[in-house]
């Protein structure tokens, strides 16, 4: 089969489409082939040399996690699923995947049914951008009606996604993005918008319950939103997790942190799936790649000004 591989840590020049054998699946596995791949600011970085890359070890490797295909195969013991079936899913995260790939195996119960109402590009950008997103408000936060929520950096990949997920739980939705976002994220749900390259969110928020910061300190973020969130609040950190600087000054403020990594989740994605069907949550592609264009789809998406999610198209649906 056609495969991704890198041999080295670098930048993008490192990915290159090789021949690799066929993967098998093993009991209660499926073998999946992959019509589209979501790419995700955990793949740059790890091919770069962080990300999961201390989980992956060295190269080589295949990367990617997002994906949506049909079932080719399955293992002894596989009662949920049957050749032919359209699923979609973010299998072994953060464990080698291999999405970049024509097929794939993974546990049967890591996959959900795709989505009926889109195609396989669409429904490949779903799994660890919605996952994050759903499993950051809904297990995490609690995220309640009436609540005042700020996702930072509404406009990307997560962020997009988790406006939706916290209109649809009932909260006040506030969002950080360009001004050029703002009628578009209107539309997604968002009744709050804040240009961060025209004022400093800070000034212009407060009385916050839910901080969801898809930024992080690398920018003092984190440390800055401790000044818009009610005492008792929380703020869940996704790419940086909690420093201890943050824990200490969260602390003094009495408000809460949180770090947080996504798993794995076929329940949370049939429900995802559910909202997507019904015409309640939206999937933003800004641009599809055929597979031999990884290199080129991750160079745009480290600009990290994208709308939405980039996608490999592995094969014609």
């Known amino acids: 089969m056609r495969a991704v591989v890198q041999h080295d840590f670098g930048g993008p020049e490192v990915l290159r489409v090789e021949r690799v054998p066929r993967p098998t699946p093993l009991p209660t596995e499926v073998l999946v082939r992959v019509h589209a791949a979501g790419i995700n600011p955990v793949d740059w970085k790890t091919r770069a040399g962080s990300g999961m890359a201390g989980v992956l070890g060295e190269p080589p490797f295949i990367l990617g996690w997002d ?21 979609y899913g973010m299998p072994w995260f953060p464990r080698a995947a291999g999405g970049y790939a024509e097929f ?73 993005a360009s001004r050029g976002r703002h009628d578009w994220l209107t539309k997604l749900g968002a009744d709050e918008l804040v240009d961060y390259t025209a004022v400093r969110f800070e000034d212009a928020v407060r009385d916050v319950d839910v901080v969801i910061d898809l930024i992080g300190d690398a920018q003092d973020t984190s440390i800055r939103s401790l000044e818009v969130l009610r005492p008792g609040g929380l703020i869940v950190t996704i790419p940086s997790g909690v420093s201890a600087d943050l824990l200490s000054r969260a602390e003094a403020k009495g408000v809460r942190t949180s770090a947080f990594l996504v798993e794995p989740d076929a329940p949370a994605l049939a429900r995802i799936a559910g909202l997507i069907d019904a015409g309640e949550v939206s999937i933003a592609v800004e641009e599809t790649y055929p597979l031999e264009e990884v290199a080129k789809a991750h160079s745009r998406g480290e600009t990290n000004r994208t709308q939405g999610k980039l996608v490999l198209r592995v094969q014609e649906s």
């Open 104 to 176: 794939v195996t993974a546990p049967s119960r890591q996959f959900a049914r795709k989505p009926t109402k889109v195609g396989h590009e669409e429904a490949a950008a779903v799994p660890l951008a919605a996952l994050t997103a759903w499993q950051s408000l809904v297990d995490t936060a609690d995220v309640q009606a009436g609540q005042r929520v700020l996702i930072h950096a509404a406009a990307g990949g997560v962020g997009h996604l988790a406006v939706q997920f916290a209109k649809h739980l009932g909260a006040h939705v506030i969002g950080t």
């Open 67 to 87: 994906v949506s295909g049909v079932v080719a195969e399955v293992g002894f013991g596989v009662t949920t699923l049957k050749p032919g079936d359209e699923v």
